[in-house]
């Protein structure tokens, strides 16, 4: 297995194999400097300098690789992600410049979910110079956070059931000190009675919990993080078929950004009072299940007309979001994988971002393109709250008439968000149904980069 945190290393002067990062407008110059055997290489490699393209040239006894980005001064994360994927094992060195924000690409585009794999063979790994050693330590945990996302996302539910994220989060808190609190089972049913009967069908083994962790000074502004765990969804007694399950192991895509940003606060030393929640069920069919037209009250008192058991996200996050609010937060973003019409609007690349504040939402999106985690904002409008309406609870979780789909379901979440709160929601997919340099098929980390970004820049200094 990969060392990822060997992968970038300070530059000081050790022996490196060249990177020339040529675009088609620099390209020509570049050539100029080539003898005429390392220029007919090229040219039989067709390289012509468009982004991701790459070639091998010899040079003496040893070779240098050349590649194109789009802008050689304006580097993404992710125009050295292939060549971390595909060039032989060594250590490498930009030539003429530093990798920047690429050194993220370069570790994302080393990773291999084979934990299931009996060929899985360990791969040399491909290590990066930089002289910019102030960003390492900032690059890999930034990196370690979404492979983080990725192999929760990836490992399917019988090995990443609520017990298992609940065993996660107990990993992050005794490597950070937190402080972890967990109520699971039958116990679940006066606090968080909509988590409760959302998860009460599934097998002991996969109890539904509520799991709980602070950490920071209490003096400091108080965040809180929640993200949507379910383990795996069925649809419940409203039964999926099976085309629509066979993903549902990323449901709790929303718990493994939470979790993997919290890691991130806290080895940042952001200076917060970090609060996490993650409602952790399998919505599971049995006898025991909870049924269309069922009536639930909610941890905040408001009861909850039950019209679709697939649409159970939103019922373990509004327990969540309650608590979270009681706590008199300064900031709560959520993340969950909440409404297929969100992936209808925006596709699987952006995740959908809800806010109630006009600058948090600004800031969300400038950190998301800052850090090529872009997020596209989607309204909170109020003429669709009337689509929740029931005539026998005070809200249903699931309108019949399908309009606004994402819309109506973050309008729900904020229902049981605090008056006054500065609240942030990501309808994000958390998963890859293609590869792309740096990002393979799979689960992945979609608006977390964005929401850290946000994050970083309100409460960035380090802890002295």
């Known amino acids: ?20 990062l040529v675009d088609k407008a620099t390209l020509p110059d570049f050539l100029k400097g080539l003898n005429t055997g390392q220029r007919a290489s090229l040219a039989a490699q067709k390289f012509e300098g468009g982004g991701y393209e790459h070639a091998i040239v010899p040079d003496g006894d040893g070779w ?34 530093e990798p920047g924000k690429a050194m993220h690409g370069w570790v994302t585009g080393q990773y291999r979910f084979d934990r299931y794999r009996k060929d899985a063979k360990d791969t040399e790994p491909r290590i990066l110079l930089t002289k910019d050693v102030a960003r390492i330590d900032a690059a890999l945990v930034e990196a370690t956070a979404v492979l983080m996302v990725r192999d929760l996302v990836n490992t399917p539910a019988e090995d ?20 972890i609190h967990v109520v699971a089972g039958d116990t679940l049913e006066h606090d968080y009675p909509m988590v409760h009967a959302v998860g009460r069908a599934a097998a002991r083994s996969h109890a539904p919990r509520l799991i709980e962790m602070e950490w920071g000074d209490p003096r400091h502004p108080r965040v809180a993080i929640v993200g949507k765990g379910v383990c795996f969804d069925s649809g419940g007694l409203d039964i999926k078929p099976s085309s629509g399950m066979a993903l549902m192991k990323k449901d709790m895509g929303g718990a493994a950004h939470a979790l993997a940003l919290a890691g991130l606060i806290m080895a940042s030393g952001l200076k917060v009072r970090l609060h996490v929640l993650v409602p952790a069920v399998e919505n599971a069919i049995s006898a025991h299940a909870f049924r269309p037209g069922d009536i639930l009250r909610a941890r905040g008192g408001l009861s909850v007309e039950v019209t679709n ?36 609007a925006l596709g699987p690349d952006l995740p959908a971002m809800f806010a109630r504040d006009d600058e948090t939402a600004a800031e969300l999106i400038a950190a998301g393109l800052e850090r090529d985690d872009p997020c596209w904002r989607l309204p909170l409008f109020d003429g669709y709250r009337e689509y929740l309406k029931s005539d026998v609870a005070d809200l249903q979780n699931s309108p019949a008439n399908g309009f606004a789909g994402a819309s109506v379901a973050a309008l729900f979440l904020d229902r049981f968000v605090g008056d006054g709160v500065d609240w ?35 409460y960035g200094q380090e802890r002295q």
Request: proline share 5%; aromatic share 6%.
């Open 1 to 20: 297995m990969i060392d990822r945190h060997a992968l970038i290393q300070p530059d000081r002067g050790q022996q490196a194999i060249a990177l020339h």
């Open 309 to 344: 058991t697939d649409a159970e996200g939103r019922l373990v996050l509004g327990d969540a979001l309650t608590r979270a609010s009681e706590l008199s937060p300064e900031l709560v973003i959520d993340f969950a994988t909440l409404t297929g019409a969100a992936r209808v």
């Open 64 to 97: 240098f690789a050349v590649a194109g980005v789009a802008n050689v001064d304006c580097l993404s994360s992710w125009c050295l992600a292939k060549l971390a994927d595909v060039l032989p094992g060594g250590t490498y060195r930009r030539a003429g410049g």
């Open 160 to 179: 990443m059931g609520p017990a298992q994220l609940e065993s996660e989060a107990r990993a992050l808190a005794r490597t950070y000190h937190a402080e």
């Open 424 to 458: 942030a929601h990501f309808d994000t997919f958390a998963w890859r149904p293609a590869a792309k340099p740096g990002r393979p098929k799979g689960g992945d980390a979609l608006g977390l980069r964005a929401a850290w970004g946000l994050l970083k820049a309100r």
